[in-house]
Each structure stands twice: as structure tokens, then as C-alpha cells.
């Protein structure tokens, strides 16, 4: 990350995960049309690690949730570095050139992958370094508004549709991803400056942190450090969609990623909420969610991420308890204020179970003649 982005006309620094790039220019529902439209590009707060050595992507594939053994050069993959009761560590985006893996993380994260990476090289042909003092990262929804940057690696989300190996538990047939064509490119800081010449000079349209998380939220995408915390697995918030394969071999946390989606239930699970906003009083993150039970209202989850939508009005997601109905009536408490939330399903009650285990039939035993 750099400061070019932020010196531009009417740049606003984003605050907590996002600090350091831009929230917005002015004209948040304005940036969102644009980034919609694939015709504008946002710095985003994301940390770079590098690995090279012949033996990369084999070490990597034993290490985290994707298949990445045979990875073409240019390809994009996601993963997940889980710890060993199969909670989310660290999300990795990844692409290879064919000599050094790129992956893409959050910013506050980048430096703790690249320590625990360094650690478990052992004797295995393998370089690991943090580059985030040296490249940025800029998103857009079309490969077309990044043509021109120069970039040493592209990445494209294949959050869009199951990837490989995937398994989601969304059920709607109209999955809101299939209009997330999002794409990250890993740009050297010094070429920032040429961008930021081409953004005021009016060849390149530019928005903030705030237009792209609405359009993530929309898309029911997780994030790592906003919707999860130090519980979560991938089931609850369906990332076994893009970055988990259930046919590779060992990986750390593997044993609960398998044990939940074959013969379990994930305790919790995401919805997406659609908020009533009559009252104009902002959700904030971790606003509690209620659930109507016998007359009463019982707590039974957290917002994890809000923002306005540019056609929706407020949205948000939330992490609740898996046994709430999908049919519940739900509330969200922002400023002393109960805002009515419509549910809109992501991961349903029954996820999980994938193999049935037939019941053992106990017949009494008959007596000895």
C-alpha cells in the first residue's frame, strides 16, 4: 500500500482492516455504479508473500485447504491455511508465474503467514518473503480497467462458481456471484504514481474500499478478519465454494473440514440480511442479531459486515446459529433501535451431513438353547 491513492481529490482513509487506502472519494453510491460497471479500480488493503523454489506449490498443496499440485502458470487458486481443528487462519489468493507463487492476503495478516510459512520449510526447496512494502494491490471487476498498469501477477476470484473439488451449500439457482468477476492485481509501488496521474487527468475511474464492500456483501463473499473470527471453519460461510477441495490429500485441520461436511453440521452459519432502513440508523459490525422464540427475543448472532448498497439499500451479513429457522423473523439492535431483517439463506439449517451413516439395528440377542 502507498499514499498515492490517498493524496487524489477527496480521498477518505478507511479505518480498521482497510487502513492505509481510500474508503471513498466523496460519492460512495456513484464509485459503486462505476465499479459495477467494471469501469472503475480500488486500491485495497492487502498484504503480498512470495514463494519460490521448485518445490513450492507441492509445499503449499500439503500445507492448506487447495489443490495446488499442478497449477498452471497464470491460473488463479484461493486456499486456506486452517489451524489444526480446522479453523481459518489465513486466506491465500494465489496465482504462479512458473518460477514464484504470488499470494494475496490481507494486509494485517501478510506478516504472521510469512513467519509461520518461513517455519515450516524444513529441508524443502522453498524461499518465503513478505513483499508488501513493495507492491500494492488494485481491484476491479473487469481485466479491461487494469490494462495499462504494469503488474507482476493477476488474480481472479473464483468465488464466482464452485472451483474443483468445491463443495457449496448454497441453494438458490440464482447465486448472487455470478456477477462478482472481481480481479486483483499486484502492482509495484513505484509504478503507483502513473495511476494516480491517469486517475486526475480523467483516464481512469477510481473508487473506494466502501463501494467494493457492498458489492462483496451482495455477493455473499466471506472475508477474512470481518465475517470470521476465532471460531470459524469454512463451512459456516460456505468457503468450501472456492477454497477447499474434499479429494486432496493431508493438510492441516483436514480431519474437521471432512469429520462436519460428512457426518456433521457446521454450529453456526451466514445469512445475508436484508435491513429495514426507515429508521436511518447505521448496523454496525457486530450489532447484535435476535431471533423471536415463544414470544420472546433471543440473541442468536453477530452482523459481521454492513454497508448500502447502490440498488439494495442496507445489507448485511451475519454469523448465527445454525438452528435458527430460516423462516425466523429477525432483528438487529443498532443505537438502542430494533431494525427489522429479512433473511436471505447462504449456508441452510441441514448443511453438512453429506453421508448418511445407516443406524445400527440393536436386535436382542436370542437366548442360548
Not at 131 to 144: E, K
Not at 184 to 199: K, Q, R, Y
Not at 223 to 241: A, F, K, Q, Y
Not at 289 to 299: I, K, L, P, Y
Amino acid at each position: 500500500m502507498s499514499t498515492d491513492f490517498l493524496s487524489l481529490p477527496g480521498a477518505v482513509a478507511a479505518t480498521g482492516i482497510d487502513a492505509g487506502v481510500p474508503a471513498h472519494y466523496g460519492n460512495p453510491m456513484g464509485e459503486q455504479r462505476a465499479l459495477a460497471d467494471g469501469t472503475a479500480v480500488v486500491e485495497v488493503a492487502r498484504g503480498v508473500v512470495t514463494v519460490s523454489g521448485d518445490d513450492r506449490l507441492s509445499w503449499l498443496d500439503s500445507l492448506t485447504s487447495q489443490r495446488l499440485i499442478g497449477l498452471p502458470a497464470g491460473a488463479s487458486a484461493e486456499s486456506l491455511l486452517l489451524d489444526p481443528n480446522g479453523r481459518i487462519e489465513h486466506d491465500l489468493r494465489i496465482v504462479d508465474d512458473g518460477s514464484t507463487t504470488w499470494i494475496i492476503t490481507e494486509a494485517p495478516a501478510a506478516a504472521s503467514l510469512a513467519t509461520f510459512l518461513d517455519r515450516m520449510r524444513f529441508m524443502l526447496r522453498v524461499e518465503v518473503a513478505d513483499r508488501s512494502a513493495d507492491f500494492s494491490v488494485i481491484g476491479a471487476f473487469s481485466a479491461v480497467a487494469l490494462d495499462g498498469i504494469e503488474s507482476v501477477a493477476l488474480w481472479q476470484d473464483p468465488w464466482r462458481s464452485p472451483s474443483p473439488g468445491g463443495v457449496t451449500y448454497a441453494q438458490n439457482p440464482e447465486h448472487p456471484s455470478s456477477e462478482w468477476t472481481w480481479f486483483e492485481s499486484v502492482v509495484p509501488v513505484a509504478s503507483l504514481a502513473a495511476v494516480a496521474l491517469d486517475i486526475v487527468a480523467g483516464r481512469r475511474r477510481v473508487a473506494g474500499t466502501l463501494a467494493l464492500d457492498a458489492l462483496r456483501i451482495a455477493a455473499w463473499r466471506p472475508r477474512l478478519g470481518v465475517d470470521t473470527d476465532e471460531r470459524s471453519i469454512p463451512h459456516e460461510l460456505d468457503w468450501l465454494r472456492s477454497a477447499v477441495h474434499m479429494n486432496k490429500g493431508c493438510y492441516r485441520g483436514q480431519e474437521t473440514v471432512a469429520k462436519v461436511h460428512n457426518l456433521g453440521h457446521p454450529p453456526r452459519r451466514v445469512v445475508l440480511l436484508d435491513l429495514d432502513g426507515s429508521e436511518g440508523v447505521p448496523v454496525p459490525t457486530g450489532a447484535v442479531v435476535f431471533a423471536e422464540r415463544a414470544g420472546e427475543q433471543v440473541e442468536v448472532g453477530l452482523v459481521t459486515s454492513s454497508a448500502i448498497h447502490y440498488e439494495r439499500g442496507p445489507v448485511a451479513l451475519a454469523v448465527i446459529k445454525r438452528t435458527v429457522p430460516s423462516g425466523a423473523v429477525l432483528t438487529v439492535m443498532a443505537d438502542g433501535i430494533a431494525i427489522a431483517a429479512a433473511q436471505e439463506v447462504i449456508v441452510p439449517e441441514g448443511a453438512g451431513r453429506a453421508v448418511e451413516v445407516p443406524r445400527i439395528s440393536r436386535v436382542a440377542a436370542a437366548p442360548r438353547a
